[in-house]
């Protein structure tokens, strides 16, 4: 019987092997392949998945791209990469060689984009990251763009929203140590701050913790007979949500401010009452058009999925967007071409803002700065860079 | 008999070289990636396999010991230039800065550095047994990481390294897979394989014949280690990029599931399973894809090879307990005929049990 159950289980796989085989190319001359490369399972799989949504939200509403008077249809060639850097290199390759992607898409989790970066680069072929923002993404590699504002810029935004607004002369930094993100924005911030307040003490302290801790009693004690101004806590929802719960029972009242990875639910239902008043940059808000098709963004995602778009889903909207548009303006389908149209991008309206590109591939654009009250993410100002 | 076989070696040799050296120059890219990264888990499978299935220690601190060989490797070979690029939040040690060593040195002091971190690890946690062996290297591996993510000046912490430079070409990987091989080859042949098979066996049985058990242990630890460093290395310097976060504990399972697979306690099974595994995962990446079976449509599933993988090793495992090849080696012997075809009649279930027994 298990020898009969083993045969019909072989005789499936292999069944299914031929099965799948690959459906004849069909008039492939005015088919235009985006690569997609994103985590769709393992850790980060609910970030590429948010990505993944706004990208598909962009072909639905603009399937075809028309280059010298010839009508291309975009297909998506969707390469999941495990939230893994192993498997990321392989599926980087698989798209370039396999699936011969024109321009890639992608990923959500900065070392998933090294670890395939100079595969694109050596296949010259464009990728357009959406929510990396590690520095070294594109340092260094002339086919890696990308369409979220990066560290240096959301932790120089922070500084002057500490120095500015809140008008604190000294801050305390507690960062997530094993997370690249946290480790740049602390630094950055750290820069920023000191230059304005000109005063080389004033970071008091830079407190480290690590992803998954549970308990901060020990930072927030030092915190707390340091007395600063302003604590600026970049780094994962979860634990920071906590620590500013745990902070405010040991009656810190300082404000805390944060980052992007902030903007999320979950951040609001772990920390309830506490983390009111918290105050965080962002790349976009539904409720504060940065161009006229943020607006377009929002009601479409509405119809289409449901619900309010959330997080980098808008990221992965625009990075569509500037690939189209970097193909019309090249007015070619050959990737060095398109390359070097993205290069050139100046004043490119996305739905998160114009983005102008700078020599490292990486673009100049406003932050929105964002506070919890009553529950909520609400809108407090833009900044322009 | 023996000379047949040695000729038979050296045709079998032969066509293995010949077998990489047309991949290597007639395959994509892509093909030749799966085709060197087979040949790194071969080298990770194998040092695993010394520890588990040869000396019988269950060690979960693998990927602690590839995170020292990558980034010793790594930071040895990187250009200065290269080197200031990735450190850009803080700058790196003064003695790194412009040290760069030939890529085959630096690998022996990365493999040598891991033996070491092997060494210190090894004393105090070999005189564990069992479940808590397992344990103590699995946090000795998770303390390697959390000093890596924490030493800014020397690793760039948890930015990671990249541009590493490529040296991992088809040739390097193969020919270190090879000598791995060959070494356990010969170690396990050698009268002191002998003595780490017999500590694997009956510990008090060993130790009442003379054997020095926690020696036989702390080498067979030392010895997986520099081999794990190895692997680490050569997979930084194919995939070029490196962070400690690519290091945790999945890493450490997905080795143990090749040496598993392939056969806990042979060399054979391991290189296999190697294979296996990682031909298999990126094979079944269509299920992945929008598919047009014949009465049914999908829009592409991510994550349905991750279940039709894991559903073929169930049936593996339930099937074949002691994984592809048991404890058995590769012989001339097991492709003739009437091996064959013992192999294909269904044993009875006590005859198995017996020549499942060690």
């Known amino acids: 019987m298990k020898r009969i159950l083993g ?6 796989a292999i069944a299914l092997l031929f099965g799948c085989a690959k459906p004849a190319d069909k008039a492939a001359s005015t088919v235009i392949k985006f690569g997609v490369f994103e985590p769709l399972t393992g850790a980060n799989a609910a970030g590429g998945a948010e990505e993944l949504d706004g990208i598909r939200l962009a072909q639905g509403l603009y399937p075809t791209v028309t280059v010298g008077g010839k009508v291309y249809t975009i297909e998506l060639a969707i390469a999941d990469n495990k939230s893994d850097k192993v498997e990321a290199a392989n599926a980087g390759q698989r798209l370039v060689d396999s699936d011969k992607v024109t321009l890639v898409l992608g990923s959500w989790g900065s070392s998933l984009s090294m670890a395939a970066g100079p595969i694109f680069e050596a296949a010259k072929i464009p990728a357009i990251a959406l929510s990396a923002t590690n520095v070294l993404v594109t340092k260094d590699n002339p086919y890696y763009f990308r369409v979220c504002f990066l560290d240096p810029f959301q932790g120089t935004v922070m500084a002057n929203y500490a120095f500015k607004n809140v008008q604190a002369k000294n801050a305390v930094i507690i960062r997530e140590v094993t997370n690249d993100y946290s480790v740049g924005l602390a630094k950055f911030f750290a820069d920023s701050f000191k230059g304005l307040t000109g005063n080389p003490d004033a970071i008091l302290a830079e407190l480290n913790y690590q992803t998954n801790d549970q308990d901060f009693s020990a930072q927030l004690t030092r915190v707390k007979t340091l007395k600063p101004d302003v ?17 405010r029972e040991l009656g810190i009242t300082a404000p805390f401010l944060g980052g992007d990875t902030w903007e999320i639910n979950e951040f609001i239902q772990v920390g309830r009452q506490a983390v009111e008043g918290a105050v965080m940059s962002a790349f976009f808000d539904n409720d504060a058009p940065l161009t006229p098709l943020s607006g377009v963004f929002v009601t479409e995602y509405q119809k289409k999925y449901g619900k309010l778009p959330s997080g980098t889903a808008v990221l992965g909207f625009d990075g569509y967007l500037l690939a189209i548009d970097a193909i019309k303006r090249a007015d070619s389908i050959d990737p060095i071409k398109i390359r070097d149209a993205i290069a050139a991008t100046k004043g490119f309206e996305g739905a998160a803002g114009v983005v102008n590109l700078d020599v490292n591939g990486d673009p100049i654009k406003s932050a929105v700065i964002k506070e919890v009250k009553d529950g909520k993410f609400v809108y407090k100002t833009t900044v322009a860079p | 008999m023996n000379k047949k076989n040695t000729i038979r070696a050296v045709v079998a040799l032969t066509v293995g070289v010949a077998i990489i050296a047309i991949g290597d120059a007639f395959l994509g890219p892509f093909a030749v990636r799966i085709l060197n990264l087979s040949a790194i888990y071969i080298i990770l499978a194998l040092s695993l396999n010394l520890l588990n299935g040869f000396t019988g220690l269950f060690s979960l601190g693998h990927a602690g010991f590839m995170a020292v060989g990558a980034y ?6 990187m250009t200065p230039a290269q080197k200031s690029m990735n450190f850009f939040l803080t700058p790196i ?6 040290v760069q060593l030939p ?3 630096a690998l022996i002091i990365a493999g040598l550095c891991a033996a070491f971190v092997g060494l210190l690890i090894g004393a105090p946690a070999l005189r ?3 479940d808590y062996l397992a344990i103590a290297t699995l946090g000795f591996a998770e303390i390697i990481r959390v000093l890596i993510t924490n030493a800014q000046s020397l690793t760039n912490g948890a930015q990671g390294l990249k541009a590493i430079p490529k040296y991992s070409t088809t040739w390097v990987v193969w020919g270190a897979a090879a000598i791995a091989a060959l070494f356990l080859v010969m170690l396990l042949r050698s009268s002191y394989g002998r003595t780490i098979k017999a500590v694997r066996d009956d510990e008090i049985a060993a130790e009442a014949m003379g054997v020095n058990v926690f020696r036989v242990k702390v080498t067979s630890f030392v010895i997986s280690s520099f081999w794990a460093g190895i692997g680490g290395a050569l997979l930084g310097h194919m995939i070029t990029t490196i962070d400690p976060k690519m290091f945790n504990l999945i890493l450490t399972f997905n080795i143990l599931l090749i040496v598993v697979l392939g056969g806990n306690g042979s060399i054979t099974g391991s290189v296999l399973g190697a294979i296996i595994v990682t031909v298999l995962m990126e094979a079944l990446r269509f299920l992945d894809m929008p598919m047009n079976l014949v009465f049914i449509k999908t829009q592409g599933l991510p994550g349905l090879r991750m279940v039709i993988f894991s559903i073929l090793l169930m049936i593996v495992v339930l099937y074949r307990q002691r994984g592809l090849m048991g404890t058995k080696e590769f012989s001339w012997d097991m492709l003739s005929a009437k091996a064959l075809l013992a192999a294909l009649k269904p044993k009875k279930r006590g005859e198995r049990a017996r020549k499942g027994g060690r």
Do not use: H
Request: charged letters at 10%; a negative charge.
């Open chain 1, 231 to 247: 604590i600026f806590a970049p780094g994962n929802y979860t634990e920071s949500a906590l620590i500013i719960k745990q902070a």
């Open chain 2, 103 to 105: 890529f085959i040195v």
């Open chain 2, 128 to 130: 564990l047994r069992d």
């Open chain 1, 7 to 12: 045969i019909i289980a072989i005789a499936l």
């Open chain 2, 72 to 77: 010793v490797s790594a930071l040895l070979t």
């Open chain 2, 93 to 98: 040690v003064p003695w790194l800065d412009t």
